[in-house]
Each structure stands twice: as structure tokens, then as C-alpha cells.
């Protein structure tokens, strides 16, 4: 089985720049990518997560009050 181009769940957390949790949560929404799932192990595509980060940029909190 070829897995180049997934990451795991801590790498995927990591490659958008949050916490683990926060990618599981993300995970429930209904336009973030699905991972596949190997035995327990999530693996999250990067070229979807990509897309997906395209779509949602990361925001920046100096621009909160």
C-alpha cells in the first residue's frame, strides 16, 4: 500500500498549524477532507488539506481587539 502523499494525525495538525484536537474537530465538519483509515491510524491526505487550507485561511490574532 502506497502512502506518499498522507500525513498523520499529529503531522497533519502540525502542516496547518494547530493542535491535534483541533484538526478532529475539524474533521466533523462537512467539507474537510476525510482520512483514510488504516487498522486505529488516521492518515489525512496533504494535497486535499491543502486545498482545504486554500479555502480556509488561518487567521491572524493581531487583528483581534
Do not use: C
Not at 467539507?31 to 491543502?50: C, Q, Y
Amino acid at each position: 500500500m502506497d502512502l506518499t502523499g498522507y500525513l498523520t494525525s499529529d503531522e497533519a495538525a502540525a502542516h496547518l498549524g494547530i493542535n491535534r484536537q483541533s484538526l478532529y474537530n475539524l474533521a466533523k465538519q462537512e467539507d474537510f477532507p476525510a482520512p483514510k483509515k488504516i487498522g486505529r491510524t488516521s492518515l489525512w491526505p496533504v494535497r486535499e488539506l491543502d486545498q482545504w487550507r486554500e479555502r480556509h485561511p488561518k487567521r491572524d490574532r493581531r487583528d483581534r481587539p
